[in-house]
């Protein structure tokens, strides 16, 4: 199993950018693709970036696409989420989750193949 704590939300203006962090526990962290989503009040819940177990595959959501980086340091054990441009649209709760799958297909994006999953952190955009 891998818990999962993410930090580095807040408030921001359009245009700022902000660094979220997806910090793992346990020592099978490089087993697991990391994946980042996101639930705006109201909305869906919806798939940001992804990243596999070595960090040298990454999968981005075409919302995020160009201004978003995800990265991983297994060495710390903690996955990045960079995210540039910011846009009130950006505004929702983002999740890290977990997943031991292939990284490869609808697995990459798909939230019902991830195992575990962070508490959240908000991250509020202004216009």
């Known amino acids: 199993q891998v818990q999962l704590v993410e930090s580095g939300g807040g408030l921001v203006q359009a245009e700022d950018s902000l660094r979220l962090s997806c910090a793992a526990s346990g020592r099978t962290f490089s087993s697991y693709n990391i994946a980042w989503f996101r639930q705006a009040p109201g909305k869906e819940r919806e798939f940001v970036a992804s990243?596999?177990?070595?960090?040298?595959?990454?999968y981005y959501g075409d919302s995020v696409k160009g201004r978003f980086t995800i990265s991983r340091d297994n060495a710390k054990n903690t996955v990045y989420l960079r995210m540039y441009s910011l846009k009130p649209e950006d505004t929702a709760v983002y999740y890290c989750?977990?997943?031991?799958?292939?990284?490869?297909?609808?697995?990459?994006?798909?939230?019902?193949?991830?195992?575990?999953w962070g508490q959240g952190t908000q991250v509020t955009v202004s216009s």
């Open positions: 990243i596999s177990r070595s960090g040298g595959s990454t």
């Open positions: 989750a977990a997943g031991p799958f292939p990284f490869s297909g609808s697995y990459r994006y798909r939230a019902g193949h991830y195992d575990f």
